[in-house]
């Protein structure tokens, strides 16, 4: 091929091109359209992008934490006040009393957590306010249990066991035993029950001295 003729032909070839691009460029101007450049680029002049809407995800409201269960330290008391409770089936029921050779139902239960490190008061209507409220169902081994007897309100108490029994210093047949609290004479008498595990205020470091108070009002029947 001559010089002449490749001018010739290289003459048409950039014709076509700069046809075509005058044709590609009216018609991205006809639809108003905005070359979008590659990653990275600058936009043309005066054209904006708006960047994508941010989507974010739910955020879930904290549960709620679990309360939590009986420490060691209180596990461990509880399970020596039920083993020091148990000791203690067929122990004399006595009128006033709070040591070994003779209980009241409050006595009992005052004596039994006096060993392991837990100051109750004596009457059975004091013990009824300390610690918190435990609905029926929730009862477990070491809770206290509060009957109406003989007078109004709490007059009566005992030890829960777990399993639905309680051992407890009634006066009738006379001895500390282990009843099923569900019994009709108890369950109809039921007032109510408390967790004295957590009362921390009231925790000594040495064991309750036993002591016998004259006079004590009759706390079961």
């Known amino acids: 091929m001559n010089s002449a003729s490749y001018a ?24 108003g359209g905005v070359p979008r450049p590659f990653p990275g680029a600058a936009l043309p002049p005066g054209a904006t992008e708006a960047p994508p809407e941010r989507v974010e995800a739910p955020v879930a409201p904290p549960a709620e934490p679990a309360p939590p269960p009986a420490g060691p330290a209180a596990a461990g008391m509880l399970a020596g006040v039920i083993r020091t409770a148990l000791e203690f089936l067929g122990a004399p029921y006595r009128n006033g009393g709070s040591d070994p050779s003779g209980f009241d139902c409050s006595g009992f239960v005052q004596w039994v957590f006096g060993r392991h490190g837990l100051a109750l008061p004596r009457e059975v ?3 009824y306010q300390v610690g918190r409220d435990v609905d029926l169902d929730d009862v477990r081994a070491g809770d206290l ?17 777990g399993n639905g029994r309680f051992v407890h210093a009634p006066s009738s047949r006379g001895v500390v035993r282990v009843e099923p609290y569900a019994a009709s004479y108890w369950a109809r008498r039921f007032v ?7 009362v921390r205020e009231e925790i000594v470091r040495e064991p309750v001295t036993p002591r016998v108070f004259p006079g004590s009002t009759r706390s079961a029947r």
């Open 192 to 198: 109510g029950a408390r967790r004295v595990e957590d």
């Open 8 to 31: 010739d032909t290289t003459s048409v070839i950039l014709r076509v091109l700069i046809v075509l691009l005058a044709v590609t460029s009216g018609a991205c101007a006809a639809r």
């Open 145 to 161: 249990l509060f009957f109406e007897t003989v007078s109004r309100g709490a007059s009566h108490v005992g030890i829960a066991l």
């Open 125 to 127: 209507r004091d013990q």
